[in-house]
């Protein structure tokens, strides 16, 4: 199985203030298609997930650009350039190469 | 747009088998892309049980392999998952999902709750 292990795991942040949250698998993402199949997904609240950024920095339609996504081999982050209040819920990473694992989670709150 | 729709019981005993359903609409199953169930214990994060392929071909976390099973019903442009042998750590938020490697579109969920 491939572990993915999401830091922190909890995040409280000013609003404005940046903040980045680190992913690590336990082997590497690269697909033998030369693809690397992470992905983020935030979940706010009562609502199903949602995909933010695909293959590690392909930001999805509509996601505001203060999303950016970034990383290599196992090793990822995703970073939000000045935190807004609709940006609090949960920040998953998931790898789709070796089938699909998500990370814990980090909960994103404000100060 | 992929539409899904989960359905089953929300209360299942102990030691029972969990049955749900996935209703899509708007892509015919028979079609592609994987087809599989996620799960969201209360409080704590996703996880990946298993998909099925078109083919007939299913793929499953070992966390559930001997437990789990996925089937498509494509008269019905359905599928199904079956959880047996159900405890406590069972209750979770069901999600029913049609994924690649890159992405998910996800149902909106149902809670199970696993007690007597």
């Known amino acids: 199985d491939v572990v993915m292990t999401q830091s922190p795991l909890s995040l409280p942040v000013t609003l404005g203030q940046p903040a980045s949250i680190s992913c690590r698998s336990s082997q590497s993402l690269v697909h033998s298609d030369g693809n690397t199949y992470l992905n983020w997904f935030q979940q706010r609240p009562g609502q199903s997930p949602r995909r933010l950024i695909y293959k590690v920095s392909n930001r999805d339609s509509g996601v505001p650009d203060r999303f950016s996504g970034s990383g290599s081999g196992t090793d990822f982050t995703l970073n939000i350039s000045r935190v807004e209040a609709e940006d609090v819920g949960l920040y998953y990473c998931?790898?789709?190469?070796?089938?699909?694992?998500f990370g814990q989670g980090t909960k994103v709150e404000i100060k | 747009q992929v539409q899904l729709q989960e359905s089953g019981p929300g209360l299942v005993k102990p030691s029972e088998t969990l049955p749900l359903t996935c209703g899509v609409s708007g892509y015919s199953i028979s079609n592609g892309y994987y087809w599989g169930w996620i799960r969201q214990p209360p409080g704590k994060g996703l996880e990946w049980i298993g998909s099925v392929y078109p083919s007939g071909s299913t793929y499953y976390n070992p966390s559930f392999k001997s437990r789990a099973t996925i089937s498509l019903d494509t008269s019905k442009n359905q599928f199904s998952l079956r959880l047996t042998s159900v405890t406590a750590a069972d209750t979770a938020v069901y999600y029913c999902?049609?994924?690649?490697?890159?992405?998910?579109?996800w149902g909106q969920g149902t809670l199970v709750t696993v007690s007597s």
């Open positions: 998931m790898q789709g190469t070796h089938w699909w694992t």
């Open positions: 999902a049609r994924l690649t490697s890159a992405m998910v579109d």
